[in-house]
């Protein structure tokens, strides 16, 4: 059987369920930051999610990977180093340049330069349940604070 044949008949219902759960959105900055990271998340969908994640000085994070998403990382503001295991520089991005990072890949990064970081995070899933990316840590957290921010609280 191929994966065409494996996959459920699409009915009416389903078009229907789909086109009632599309939405827009829109990000604002932050205004008041008070911790070294702030992660706001901006949309959701069955199979992917999109954040921007604002990132000051002593918000870097450690060696990890996701065990249940890739991830699509895009500089808004200011710039980004991505790391692998050892330290090995995986990439530098200014705005408007961005890394994928695949499933189970390890990485960490950090923020670059003075400015703060602002970066969009678009995580696709590998099954429609998104209560967690299986985020695995490879090495002691490095975070000393994380604010997170709401889709309501992103509207506001």
């Known amino acids: 059987m191929t994966?065409?044949?494996?996959?459920?008949?699409?009915?009416?219902?389903?078009?229907?369920?789909?086109?009632?759960?599309?939405?827009?959105?829109?990000?604002?900055?932050?205004?008041?930051?008070?911790?070294?990271?702030?992660?706001?998340?901006?949309?959701?969908g069955n199979l992917?999610?999109?954040?921007?994640?604002?990132?000051?000085?002593?918000?870097e994070n450690n060696l990890h990977y996701h065990a249940k998403v890739d991830g699509f990382w895009f500089v808004l503001k200011g710039s980004a180093r991505f790391y692998g295991p050892g330290d090995d520089l995986i990439a530098e991005c200014g705005p408007q340049e961005g890394?994928?990072?695949?499933?189970?890949?390890r990485y960490w990064f950090e923020k670059a330069g003075d400015e703060d970081l602002e970066i969009l995070l678009v995580q696709a899933f590998d099954e429609g349940n998104q209560s967690e990316s299986?985020?695995?840590?490879?090495?002691?957290?490095?975070?000393?604070?994380?604010?997170?921010?709401?889709?309501?609280?992103?509207?506001?």
């Open 3 to 44: 994966s065409t044949q494996a996959r459920k008949a699409i009915t009416e219902e389903m078009h229907l369920d789909a086109e009632a759960a599309i939405s827009a959105f829109s990000y604002k900055s932050p205004e008041k930051l008070t911790r070294p990271k702030t992660n706001t998340m901006i949309a959701k």
């Open 48 to 59: 992917v999610r999109a954040m921007v994640q604002v990132v000051r000085e002593g918000g």
């Open 134 to 156: 299986g985020r695995t840590d490879s090495a002691p957290k490095k975070q000393k604070g994380i604010d997170e921010l709401s889709l309501a609280d992103a509207k506001s």
């Open 99 to 105: 890394v994928v990072i695949p499933q189970y890949a």
